[in-house]
């Protein structure tokens, strides 16, 4: 079964720098999304993509994120500058369809900022 | 986005029927009733969605009311693996990346 990959898993960086997490979207699939995850909380949206531009973002996707699909199968998330509140599980997950369509989540990336 | 009220956790013995229920008394008449489930460390999984009238699919059925201010989700049997957190979610159906908003869920336990 098409399943949503992403790299890595775990990831572990100082405070300031740079992080991409990665994700290979299932193929067919034409609508993007970034979730986050802080331990204990809820699942909280940040940002979707959609024919190679952002759809939608939250307040947290703020200037130190980005996304990008840099070459039809991956989808990145970017964080410039991290900082300890960034320490999260970040989901990945797409969709064929937009409005309705079922979502498929990835297994997530844990980032921990030190 | 239209919110949606749930229990915050709920006991279920394993092998009986559960029935997990939602509150959306501002929905309104093109939102959709969406239903994803979190197991222990993993991400979300789609389980069934729903506009007015019932559904059934292989994971569960999701019974709507007719004023459709609220829906259950029903897992038939119980098993273990059934144990995460299940999410009731609004969401319209217009052209466009609408985005799942996740709210606090329902913590379900099932006990051998």
């Known amino acids: 079964e098409p399943e949503v990959t992403q790299t890595p898993s775990h990831q572990v960086t100082q405070m300031g720098q740079e992080v991409i997490l990665r994700c290979v979207p299932i193929s067919n699939h034409l609508y993007f999304y970034w979730y986050r995850q802080i331990l204990g909380q809820k699942v909280e949206f940040l940002v979707s993509f959609y024919n190679n531009e952002i759809s939608e973002k939250s307040e947290i996707f703020d200037d130190q994120f980005s996304v990008e699909r840099p070459d039809g199968s991956n989808f990145t998330l970017k964080i410039r500058s991290t900082k300890l509140e960034d320490s999260a599980m970040y989901f990945c997950a797409s969709s064929l369809e937009g409005g309705t369509g079922e979502l498929f989540f990835g297994e997530g990336s844990r980032l921990t900022v030190l | 986005d239209a919110k949606t009220t749930q229990p915050n956790s709920m006991e279920s013995n394993e092998e009986e029927p559960v029935h997990l229920p939602c509150n959306h008394s501002t929905i309104s008449g093109t939102d959709y009733i969406h239903w994803y489930r979190q197991l222990p460390s993993q991400g979300p999984e789609y389980v069934i969605h729903?506009?007015?009238s019932n559904v059934n699919n292989r994971m569960a059925s999701l019974a709507i009311a007719e004023d459709r201010k609220s829906s259950t989700l029903i897992l038939h049997r119980a098993t273990l693996r059934d144990a995460a957190v299940y999410y009731c979610i609004l969401r319209e159906p217009h052209s466009g990346n609408t985005p799942l908003v996740f709210g606090k869920g329902t913590r379900l336990s099932v006990i051998a």
């Open positions: 729903g506009l007015t």
